[in-house]
């Protein structure tokens, strides 16, 4: 199968054709770089230097495609020039294809020809010398250092500063993409952050609103309706009022940033823990708490224990079977526990719909602390219970 050569470019025909037409014009004009009386000159007149001025011209065609070809077959056309009169525009081209070897070629061979033309220059330089032993000699290491090493060291200093550019070019790339992977990260984390947040705060009012509802249109007793109704407008005013301070907490510049639940100045607390377990019995609960969490708890610790108690309550409430729910927070071993056991009710129905984002959000809380997280039945001499533990280090990393 035929390989078919790549196109060349559009500037290197325009230089193919401009070296031709420069050289033909000045072998028109009789302008030659020797005088054909010169005992170098083996074959005069004009004719023989136009061969190797058009396979230079046919070489600039490779100066991008295939430089080093180019180069090879130019310093070949140069060489048969030097026997002849020469041409001013085959030398200045070939110096083009000198400077393109270099820029354009392989990287190897490229940071090679500029030391191979100085070797030949110095060569060129003292070898005359040493036979000739006149001043004039040194102008032949002059002639080959402007036609070879000249623009091969000119080629290499383009070259550094193009691979320098590229590579500035490539770490700022890799820069956007990493602050782009950074960006895209802080907003999964917020979202995931604002999906606990929500449902830590709409969970547990809605549930006791929805089981309180349905207690209220099935049992045809004023009493009971009254109360019903009663818990379901406290809850009502309660979760709404959270939503308002979430929403407010949003709306502030600078509030909503991934950090921003440490940093909330009204997020609940430990000392809260009463008002919750206060809830939790108007809603039907009977529990029992035990707090031993002394002082000066880290406010992410707080809030993360808070939450993980106020969800495992919102859990009992649609789940557990009627009996007590024990909650229970100490503080040992440089970390605070949380256990909440409650009657476990089995594959029981639950008396109120739920998203079952609730454990996934307890587990992230305590992952995001590098604590540990468990939930699941435990056997009991009362029967089954379930439970829900939790060990949060108070300094991160300090997991016992």
Known sequence: MAVRLPRPHRFDVCAAVAGLLGGLLLAALGLGVRRSTEPLVLLPGTWPLLVPLAVTAGCELLRRTAPRTGLLVGTAA????????GSLATVVMYTDLMYSAVLYGPPGPARRLPWITALLTVAATVVPYAVWRVPEALLVGVLVGVVSFTPASTGLIVRNHREAAEAASLRAEQTALLAEMDRVQAVTAERSRM????????????????????????IEEPATTRRALGVIRENSVAGLAEMRRLIGILREPGGAGPAAPEADPVAPTLDGLGALVGAARANGLD???????????????????????????????????????????????????????????????????????????????????????????????????????????LTEGDLP
């Not at 999906?195 to 099935?218: F, K, P, Y």
């Open 287 to 393: 529990v029992a708490l035990t707090a031993d969490h002394g002082e000066g708890l880290p406010a992410p610790v707080g809030l993360a224990a808070y939450r993980i108690v106020q969800e495992s309550l919102t859990n009992a409430l649609k789940h557990a079977s009627p009996g007590r729910v024990e909650v229970v927070l100490r503080r040992r071993d440089g970390a605070l526990r949380v256990e909440v056991t409650s009657p476990y009710a089995g594959d029981g129905a639950p008396r109120a719909p739920g998203s079952g984002a609730g454990l996934t959000g307890m587990r992230e809380r305590a992952g995001l602390l590098h604590g540990t997280f468990a939930a699941g039945p435990l056997p009991a001499p009362g029967g089954t219970l379930w439970s829900v533990r939790a060990v949060l280090p």
């Open 78 to 85: 140069l060489a048969a020039d030097t026997t002849t009169q």
């Open 195 to 218: 999906a606990r947040e929500l449902h830590d705060l709409v969970a547990n009012h809605l549930s006791a609103i929805a089981i309180h509802s349905t207690a209220a249109l099935s």
